[in-house]
């Protein structure tokens, strides 16, 4: 399978610990972008890479969150002190042009 | 005020119907248009994109932009039980970086 894949797929956490995600773009893909997705909401943009530099993010994007891309390639967006508020679907998509290919998410629950 | 508003539903229509999706949007600078189908617990996938005003086909699907009145709709004819998900319009500037603008999604169910 050569599509956007994320890990893990579901993660349950208690409210103050700090998890990871991980992003694995298509080949290739220079833009890499993560969004969060609530219960009955349309995806939001959070932050965006070109290669390895993070170019924008949002004011969603809270002092507890990081998103890396060290190498131009895989993603990681950690969240620190996690809330329950935080509980959501995380997910990437990659783009080497006009179109977005989304992976199939992580979804996280903060106990 | 949402920059891309679209009617959550639930739309519910019999097997065979033609199916009329539509978004509306504020921001007069928005250039790309697309489609996403996301099925439950699922990431989205990408149906269709239109860049500016106009229709474009494929398939069962058609997507159509009046820039003029803000308003983005997906046609899905001949719709099937597969067909039950949720469709996600969003938007996006030239440039900046492509991130995306989505509305809520409209859920649909196709019954038989």
């Known amino acids: 399978d050569t599509g956007v894949s994320q890990d893990p797929r579901h993660k349950i956490t208690k409210r103050g610990q700090n998890v990871t995600f991980r992003c694995d773009p298509i080949?290739?893909?220079?833009?890499l972008y993560w969004y969060r997705q609530t219960l009955g909401q349309g995806p939001e943009f959070l932050t965006y890479?070109?290669?390895?530099?993070?170019?924008?993010k949002s004011r969603l994007l809270s002092d507890r969150f990081s998103a890396e891309r060290p190498k131009g390639s895989f993603s990681t967006l950690e969240i620190q002190r996690t809330e329950q508020g935080d509980s959501a679907m995380y997910l990437c998509?990659?783009?080497?042009?006009?179109?977005?290919?989304f992976g199939p998410g992580t979804r996280l629950t903060v106990l | 005020q949402k920059e891309v508003e679209q009617d959550p539903g639930p739309l519910s229509v019999p097997e065979g119907a033609i199916v009329s999706l539509n978004c509306t949007y504020s921001?007069?600078?928005?250039?790309?248009f697309m489609w996403y189908r996301q099925y439950s617990r699922k990431g989205p996938e990408l149906l269709m994109y239109?860049?500016?005003?106009g229709n474009k086909e494929d398939g069962r699907f058609t997507a159509q932009v009046d820039k003029s009145s803000k308003y983005i709709s997906l046609f899905i004819r001949d719709s099937q039980p597969s067909d039950s998900a949720t469709y996600l319009c969003?938007?996006?500037?030239?440039?900046?970086?492509?991130?995306?603008?989505f509305g809520t999604g409209t859920q649909l169910k196709v019954e038989l």
């Open positions: 080949s290739e893909h220079n833009r």
């Open positions: 998509a990659s783009s080497s042009g006009n179109e977005q290919f």
């Open positions: 239109t860049y500016s005003s």
């Open positions: 921001n007069s600078a928005f250039q790309y």
């Open positions: 890479f070109q290669n390895e530099a993070q170019l924008e």
């Open positions: 969003a938007s996006r500037l030239t440039g900046g970086g492509n991130k995306l603008t």
